[in-house]
């Protein structure tokens, strides 16, 4: 019975140290699993300098004074926002396991110095040695790239975009370079607007009666200035007449200079000595209005009632 009870008592004891044991291999194997490899470990508020070379061209985006700002085209400024966007994702990279170390790998993901899909070097003081370098490749999946690190051989899968990665200049320049922002007054070609309480009407300055303001037609015209976009910049000015709108933000005031040439369309601030290419959309919504067309048009209730019922008529012929 002695002996029975040693026997059992030995087997509870292996049975305790295999439990253990494998317990702390799947404990080692979890703590491995979890320990991820940051790749990018540049502090972001510390960047000097981003360049970023693919598709056979290439860009760089500089800080200057606590502002990123492109050089290639005259220092104007960077879309912050999608600047932040791409340092947050590239100072979220992390990794578990490399999938692949060798050469031939690097050529095969596109992640070799002499063929790659994007190369991008951080800057964090002036000079020539990047503090870091990462070289983009292919794709293994829905927003993931391999990407290697120079002078490392492992390559990883992460979470990123090419395409937040563009390589032209163009593509990183702030496109609402010149919003105009809240404004209370704008002076067009034949007329000026000012905003109250009740909406915008006409300037009464010479003490006349003015007709009333269409409030659709300013709201938009406001818009357009409010909010317009840039697409890109001009290095040479059109040699065309421009038309001249002088508007009012709180206590600021700007001249805008819009002009079109050969089906494009160009506007300049008097703050920037250059003009910039706009859409025809937002040149049109500016351009396509003098005093009559913002006076509002009174019409009277037969007017109305013919138009609804016309309307109307459209309507049911079209479901029919």
């Keep these: 019975m002695k002996n029975l009870q040693m ?3 030995g087997v509870l004891a292996l049975q305790l140290v295999l439990a253990a044991g494998l317990f702390w ?3 080692s194997r979890q703590q491995a699993q979890t320990q991820q490899t940051q790749l990018v470990q540049a502090e972001t508020d510390a960047l000097q300098r981003l360049e970023i070379v693919g598709d056979d061209q290439s860009v760089a985006l500089v800080r200057k004074d606590g502002q990123w700002q492109l050089p ?3 220092n104007l400024p960077v879309n912050s926002d999608k600047l932040d966007t791409l340092l947050e994702k590239l100072t979220a990279l992390k990794s578990n396991w490399p999938i692949a170390t060798s050469n031939s790998a690097r050529e095969r993901f596109e992640v070799a110095e002499n063929k790659f899909r994007k190369h991008v070097k951080l800057y964090t003081a002036e000079g020539n040695d990047p503090a870091l370098e990462l070289f983009v490749g292919t794709s293994p999946g829905f927003r993931k790239v391999h990407v290697r690190r120079a002078g490392d051989d492992a390559i990883y899968a992460v979470a990123l975009n090419s395409f937040d990665l563009p390589s032209t200049a163009d593509s990183w320049l702030d496109k609402t370079l010149l ?8 002076q067009g070609p034949d007329y000026t607007l000012e905003k109250g309480e009740d909406g915008w009407a006409f300037s009464a300055d010479n003490g006349e009666e003015t007709p009333a303001v269409d409030p659709g037609k300013a709201r938009e015209l406001a818009a357009a200035l409010e909010k317009l976009r840039i697409t890109k910049a001009v290095d040479e000015a059109p040699e065309v007449e421009a038309t001249e709108f002088v508007v009012r933000s709180g206590d600021d005031e ?16 008097d703050d920037r000595d250059q003009f910039f290419e706009i859409a025809k959309y937002d ?3 500016v351009m396509d209005k003098r005093h009559q067309d913002l006076v509002l048009i009174e019409r009277d209730e037969e007017e109305q009632t013919a138009e609804q019922e016309s309307s109307s008529t459209e309507e049911e012929g079209t479901e029919s």
Aim: hydrophobic content about 35%.
């Design 7 to 9: 026997a059992l008592s």
């Design 25 to 27: 291999e799947s404990n």
């Design 72 to 74: 290639e085209l005259h």
């Design 179 to 186: 919003a105009a922002g809240d404004l209370t007054r704008i």
């Design 254 to 269: 700007r001249r805008y200079h819009f002009a079109s040439a050969d089906d494009k369309y160009y506007v300049r601030r």
């Design 283 to 285: 040149f049109d919504r």
